[in-house]
């Protein structure tokens, strides 16, 4: 019997209205649905309503919606936008929201900014490590200022296809090797 195909969820990062993530999730998903090594489905913060973390009682339904969305998944590719060098805090909450759900996974950072998100990415691997997490090494980083037409119409670069492939290969591989210590 074959296993079945790893699921890998595409986790937006930013909530606000006018944000461009859910562009370049889309183009993420493009690239990952033509490689068929794993179902790609994009995760919207947005949609699961978090209250902030310790503010309620916690039985608001997006809450368990979304540690059941997280332990239905292999792995993970995070869009990181960089606000004020740093993650969104819609993502550090959402993070914060689930443990388990996270732990002995891989994940691969696509993250853009003025200097390409760089600085938020940093922080992102920080957190995950705590989640237990594996990050991988490849990055695609893109530029507000090249990979976007006013900073708001997503055109990427040609050359970011070839990031992407290699982090998508590193994601995969190591959430199957991670599905077995699970
Ligand atoms: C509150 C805030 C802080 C920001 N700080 C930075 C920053 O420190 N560095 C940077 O490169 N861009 C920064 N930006 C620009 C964002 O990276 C840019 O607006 C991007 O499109 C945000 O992603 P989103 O459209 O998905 O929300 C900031 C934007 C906001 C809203």
Same mark, same amino acid.
């Given at each position: 019997m074959t296993n079945p195909k790893l699921k890998i969820g595409i986790i937006l990062g930013s909530t606000r209205d006018g944000r461009v993530s859910p562009q370049v999730g889309e183009w993420v998903k493009g690239i990952a649905d033509q490689r068929g090594d794993a179902d790609y489905e994009i995760v919207d913060?947005?949609?699961?309503? /978090? $209250? &902030? /973390? *310790? +503010? +309620?009682? *916690?039985?608001? $339904?997006g809450i368990a919606a979304w540690n059941q969305k997280l332990a239905s998944l292999d792995g993970f590719v995070f869009v990181v936008q960089e606000y004020n060098h740093s993650i969104t805090g819609a993502l550090k909450n959402a993070l914060d929201f689930a443990r388990e759900a996270w732990n002995d996974k891989a994940a691969g950072i696509v993250s853009y900014g003025s200097t390409g998100g760089a600085r938020a990415a940093e922080h992102l691997r920080g957190i995950l490590g705590e989640l237990k997490v594996a990050d991988v090494r490849t990055h695609p980083t893109l530029s /507000? &200022? +090249?990979? &976007?037409e006013n900073g708001s119409v997503f055109k990427p670069a040609d050359l970011h296809q070839t990031n992407m492939t290699a982090m998508l290969d590193e994601v995969n591989a190591w959430s199957g090797a991670l599905k077995t210590i699970r």
């Open positions: 913060i947005a949609d699961y309503k /978090l $209250p &902030f /973390l *310790g +503010t +309620t009682d *916690g039985s608001e $339904p /507000l &200022f +090249t990979d &976007f």
